[in-house]
């Protein structure tokens, strides 16, 4: 079963700084999707970026960017220029092509990112 | 495209209370469903889902129920409420391939 795994509890990061938030994943497939999810305060859940794994180029969504290394497993966060709207719990989540019941999002346990002003 | 309703926004019970939360989608038909529990700060704990009409799938035994009468519609149920069912709770449906989760707002449950 494919696992996912944020080392991070929580992170902090200064206004206007940069931080990256770690997220690694264990898979025997080859084709997959990777996802980073952010809930605010508010605890909706948004889609802040996605990434397919048979693609080389690392996903951008204009100060959100991810550094995908497929071999490793690993698919990192980086929000550059932080700004306090990104104080937020963000999960990782991937989901296989194949062999998965229902299309279903096997989810990080959350690194909570404060910023602090 | 799809959007996702859920309510109630907010729910206080007493124990040993039923209840009953529901989840609707629109702009997609024969959609997949998930009911997620969020304890307070914590990571998310699948549920239930559900491929089709009347399948139900319980991955954590627990005092929760599900069902989907129609297409559209999950539901989240219980007889009788626990302390231990307090949390937040999200319905989400399964968007364009390769897009992840579409997901409610969220009722945030306390059983008092």
């Known amino acids: 079963a494919q696992t996912v795994t944020q080392s991070q509890p929580e992170m902090s990061v200064q206004e206007a700084e940069t931080v990256t938030l770690s997220c690694t994943y264990d898979?025997?497939?080859?084709?997959?999707?990777l996802f980073w999810y952010k809930q605010p305060p508010s605890r909706q859940m948004i889609l802040v970026i996605r990434?397919?794994?048979?693609?080389?180029q690392n996903a951008t969504e204009n100060r959100f960017s991810v550094n995908f290394q497929k071999a490793a497993k690993s698919f990192s966060l980086k929000i550059s220029d932080s700004q306090l709207g990104d104080a937020a719990m963000y999960f990782c989540?991937?989901?296989?092509?194949?062999?998965?019941?229902?299309?279903?999002?096997?989810f990080g346990g959350g690194t909570r990112l404060m910023v602090k002003p | 495209s799809q959007t996702i309703h859920q309510w109630p926004a907010t729910l206080v019970q007493p124990v040993g209370s039923p209840l009953s939360l529901e989840c609707t989608v629109e702009?997609?038909?024969?959609?997949?469903l998930y009911w997620y529990r969020q304890a307070a700060g914590r990571g998310l704990q699948l549920l239930f889902y559900?491929?089709?009409?009347?399948?139900i799938s319980s991955e954590v035994p627990q005092n929760l129920s599900a069902s989907r009468p129609q297409d559209r519609q999950f539901i989240l149920s219980s007889k009788k409420l626990l302390l231990s069912d307090s949390g937040f709770y999200l319905c989400?449906?399964?968007?364009?391939f390769g897009y992840g989760y579409t997901f409610g707002s969220g009722t945030r449950l306390t059983v008092v």
């Open positions: 989540a991937y989901r296989g092509l194949y062999n998965n019941a229902g299309n279903m999002l096997t």
């Open positions: 898979t025997s497939e080859s084709d997959y999707y």
């Open positions: 990434q397919e794994a048979y693609k080389q």
């Open positions: 702009g997609t038909s024969n959609p997949n």
């Open positions: 559900s491929v089709g009409i009347g399948q």
């Open positions: 989400a449906v399964t968007g364009v």
